[in-house]
T-cell receptor, first 114, second 115 residues
Framework: GDSVTQMEGPVTLSEEAFLTINCTYT??????LFWYVQYPGEGLQLLLK?????DKGSNKGFEATYRKETTSFHLEKGSVQVSDSAVYFC?????????????FGKGTKLSVKP | GAGVSQSPSNKVTEKGKDVELRCDPI?????LYWYRQSLGQGLEFLIY????????KSGLPSDRFSAERTGGSVSTLTIQRTQQEDSAVYLC?????????????FGPGTRLTVT
């Protein structure tokens, strides 16, 4: 079945460091890909998404490109801030997007130190 | 405007008891999703509703789990004869429609602890 694999955490970085969180997927059909973020004490919220191959999603300085050839959707940010400390989840839409239910990776906890 | 709300925020129950978890979606959102977040399994999809219908119940882990939605709005997730492995955070999300082009908005979750 469809699945998402993302790098295990936790990841600890200094402020202004470069961030990459790897995400690869297995899917039938043509799903959309998402990154969700869960800040401490808050609910899950959509960070960015891409709906087709070669699309780039971006938001708040974060970017991810939908790479069909490598089945990947790696999250990157050029310069992280303490406020980026959170758990990040990669996800894809099940059933090729026809239903909208999300299949999540296990999450990567990011801690950014001043 | 108001987001997705869930109640209770925390629930502690004894093994074998039944529990009901409630989700109030954003007004006008026709699609509603239930997920479970646990340490061992991560975030798992349980069930979704389009209107009052549940086309996909494949994620429900056992027949002790059921859900309903009335009036195209509020949904309840019921767990009968709770077991310790049911302990998790249960998340509800809603969206304007049930295809993936619509963003899902998540509630704060209900933390269920089965003792």
């Amino acid at each position: 079945g469809d699945s998402v694999t993302q790098m295990e955490g936790p990841v600890t970085l200094s402020e202004e460091a470069f961030l990459t969180i790897n995400c690869t997927y297995t899917a039938t059909g043509y799903p959309s890909l998402f990154w969700y973020v869960q800040y401490p004490g808050e609910g899950l919220q959509l960070l960015l998404k891409a709906t087709k191959a070669d699309d780039k999603g971006s938001n708040k300085g974060f970017e991810a490109t939908y790479r069909k050839e490598t089945t990947s959707f790696h999250l990157e940010k050029g310069s992280v801030q303490v406020s980026d400390s959170a758990v990040y989840f990669c996800a894809l839409s099940g059933y090729g997007g026809s239903q909208g239910n999300l299949i999540f990776g296990k999450g990567t906890k990011l801690s950014v130190k001043p | 405007g108001a987001g997705v709300s869930q109640s209770p925020s925390n629930k502690v129950t004894e093994k074998g008891k039944d529990v009901e978890l409630r989700c109030d979606p954003i007004s006008g959102h026709t699609a509603l999703y239930w997920y479970r977040q646990s340490l061992g399994q991560g975030l798992e999809f349980l069930i979704y509703f389009q209107g009052n219908s549940a086309p996909d119940k494949s994620g429900l882990p056992s027949d002790r789990f059921s859900a309903e939605r009335t009036g195209g709005s509020v949904s309840t997730l019921t767990i009968q004869r709770t077991q310790q492995e049911d302990s998790a955070v249960y998340l509800c999300a809603s969206s304007l429609g049930s295809i993936d082009s619509y963003e899902q908005y998540f509630g704060p979750g209900t933390r269920l602890t089965v003792t």
